[in-house]
């Protein structure tokens, strides 16, 4: 059974600071990783989601990088604002006919102006 | 922002009251999710749907029933609530490419309170 965890579980930052969230998978034949922000009483946002056949992904400030042989992947976010405080959540997909994402319990990312 | 909207946001109810929440999509996916957070246990998947009438049990499928009747609708019912169930929860869908590998969008999700 696909486990995935999320370490630390809450960090915090000075304002402007390039940071990297870790999220570990236990079985490496995924089909995706994906990754989320979740703001506090909000539903999930997708950051970003990379594809088994992907190393790494890009969107603006986000970099999300996928290693299944180590079962990682790193959320590096640059120039980290206030606005960037939100909880993190990465959840890993193993097909297999599941149907079902593996998440992992998130890191809670505090950026201090 | 995909278009999903969750019907009620809010809702207090008594144990032993039937509930149905209710998940609406605009954007046509053919795959939608019912999952349950909880503080501790994080994101745990309940029903899942991979078409009109095609449902299937997740994770922590017990006390719960599901239903789409239509593309764009899918309703998670709590038959006799209990305060266990006492959550938040979240529909999702993913798209048509790759199936159900698909990215993952969520609702802005429901919060559901059995005393």
């Given at each position: 059974?696909?486990?995935?965890?999320?370490?630390?579980?809450?960090?915090?930052?000075?304002?402007g600071e390039n940071l990297?969230?870790?999220?570990?998978?236990?079985?490496?034949?995924?089909?995706?990783?994906?990754?989320?922000?979740?703001?506090?009483?909000?539903?999930?946002?997708?950051?970003?989601?990379?594809?088994?056949?992907?190393?790494?992904?890009?969107?603006?400030?986000?970099?999300?990088?996928?290693?299944?042989?180590?079962?990682?992947?790193?959320?590096?976010?640059?120039?980290?604002?206030?606005?960037?405080?939100?909880?993190?959540?990465?959840?890993?997909?193993?097909?297999?006919?599941?149907?079902?994402?593996?998440?992992?319990?998130?890191?809670?990312?505090?950026?201090?102006? | 922002?995909?278009?999903?909207?969750?019907?009620?946001?809010?809702?207090?109810?008594?144990?032993?009251?039937?509930?149905?929440?209710?998940?609406?999509?605009?954007?046509?996916?053919?795959?939608?999710?019912?999952?349950?957070?909880?503080?501790?246990?994080?994101?745990?998947?309940?029903?899942?749907?991979?078409?009109?009438?095609?449902?299937?049990?997740?994770?922590?499928?017990?006390?719960?029933?599901?239903?789409?009747?239509?593309?764009?609708?899918?309703?998670?019912?709590?038959?006799?609530?209990?305060?266990?169930?006492?959550?938040?929860?979240?529909?999702?869908?993913?798209?048509?490419?790759?199936?159900?590998?698909?990215e993952l969008f969520f609702?802005?999700?429901?919060?559901?309170?059995?005393?």
């Amino acid at each position: 059974k696909q486990e995935v965890t999320q370490i630390p579980a809450a960090l915090s930052v000075p304002e402007g600071e390039n940071l990297v969230l870790n999220c570990s998978f236990t079985d490496s034949a995924i089909y995706n990783l994906q990754w989320f922000r979740q703001d506090p009483g909000k539903g999930l946002t997708s950051l970003l989601l990379i594809q088994s056949s992907q190393r790494e992904q890009t969107s603006g400030r986000l970099n999300a990088s996928l290693d299944k042989s180590s079962g990682r992947s790193t959320l590096y976010i640059a120039a980290s604002q206030p606005g960037d405080s939100a909880t993190y959540l990465c959840a890993a997909y193993s097909g297999a006919g599941s149907y079902q994402l593996t998440f992992g319990k998130g890191t809670k990312l505090s950026v201090i102006p | 922002d995909a278009g999903i909207t969750q019907s009620p946001r809010h809702k207090v109810t008594e144990t032993g009251t039937p509930v149905t929440l209710r998940c609406h999509q605009t954007e046509n996916h053919r795959y939608m999710y019912w999952y349950r957070q909880d503080p501790g246990h994080g994101l745990r998947l309940i029903h899942y749907s991979y078409g009109v009438k095609d449902t299937d049990k997740g994770e922590v499928s017990d006390g719960y029933s599901v239903s789409r009747s239509k593309t764009e609708d899918f309703l998670l019912t709590l038959e006799s609530a209990t305060s266990s169930q006492t959550s938040v929860y979240f529909c999702a869908i993913s798209g048509p490419e790759k199936g159900a590998a698909g990215e993952l969008f969520f609702g802005e999700g429901s919060r559901l309170t059995v005393l």
